[in-house]
């Protein structure tokens, strides 16, 4: 039972270089999330989906572009990475039942040089 | 929109103590409350979580915390901790629409033996 599974753990890049990071769930959640976790400022969502071929912005989209082709997958990708992109990013979903708790995945640690 | 606030960044207690985190949340007609640890480079895991009822909520790990409306708190609190109990913990209030997080910055226990 795997739950929530991030790709790839760790991740170093320079700047101006592109990346995806995957996230995928095996629990049929419609629901799924990407947050970034900064020092002092906790978990800040960046995009989130609702259902496949669906996403929003969150709190923090600019930089970061998101797809959910799959119900079990959603991508996040830097299209240009940035200093101010480093940080560690936390997939969640969660079912499409009101107000559930969110399952997270273990995190991706992104350095951005 | 919903906000979060954890007093406490940091909150150092010894061993077989009894620990209050605080939360407090911006009110709202009807809310639903969260939280979660996150142990050493893992994700995030649920603890247990108000969404009606009583408003005394038992978690895991022997964690409980209790939903006060008139001042907007909901305190996390252990009669007694353990080594094991040394994380970080977040509150979280769930957004009305559509049904998003809103996590506080995090309030980071250790446990001194």
């Known amino acids: 039972n795997a739950g929530v599974t991030q790709t790839p753990k760790f991740r170093v890049l320079k700047t101006g270089q592109s990346m995806t990071l995957l996230c995928a769930q095996d629990?049929?959640?419609?629901?799924m999330y990407w947050y970034r976790q900064d020092p002092g400022m906790g978990l800040r969502l960046i995009h989130y989906?609702?259902?496949?071929?669906?996403?929003a912005k969150g709190e923090v989209p600019d930089g970061y572009n998101v797809s959910r082709l799959k119900k079990q997958n959603f991508l996040l990708g830097l299209e240009s990475a940035a200093p101010s992109q480093t940080s560690v990013y936390f997939c969640?979903?969660?079912?499409?039942?009101?107000?559930?708790?969110?399952?997270f995945g273990d995190g991706t640690r992104l350095s951005i040089l | 929109a919903q906000s979060v606030t954890q007093l406490d960044s940091q909150v150092p207690v010894f061993e077989e103590a009894p620990v209050e985190l605080r939360c407090n949340y911006s009110?709202?007609?009807?809310?639903?409350l969260f939280w979660y640890v996150q142990y050493p480079n893992q994700g995030l895991q649920l603890l247990l979580k108000?969404?009606?009822?009583?408003?005394l909520v038992k978690g895991i790990n022997g964690f409980e915390a209790e939903f006060n409306k008139s001042q907007t708190s909901f305190h996390l609190r252990k009669p007694s901790v353990h080594i094991s109990d040394t994380a970080e913990y977040f509150c979280?209030?769930?957004?009305?629409?559509?049904?998003?997080?809103?996590f506080g910055t995090g309030t980071r226990l250790q446990v001194f033996p």
């Open positions: 969640a979903s969660r079912p499409g039942f009101l107000n559930q708790p969110q399952h």
């Open positions: 629990m049929n959640h419609e629901y």
């Open positions: 989906s609702v259902g496949e071929g669906t996403t």
């Open positions: 009110s709202s007609v009807s809310v639903y």
């Open positions: 108000y969404l009606s009822g009583s408003t």
């Open positions: 979280a209030v769930s957004d009305t629409v559509p049904d998003k997080l809103i």
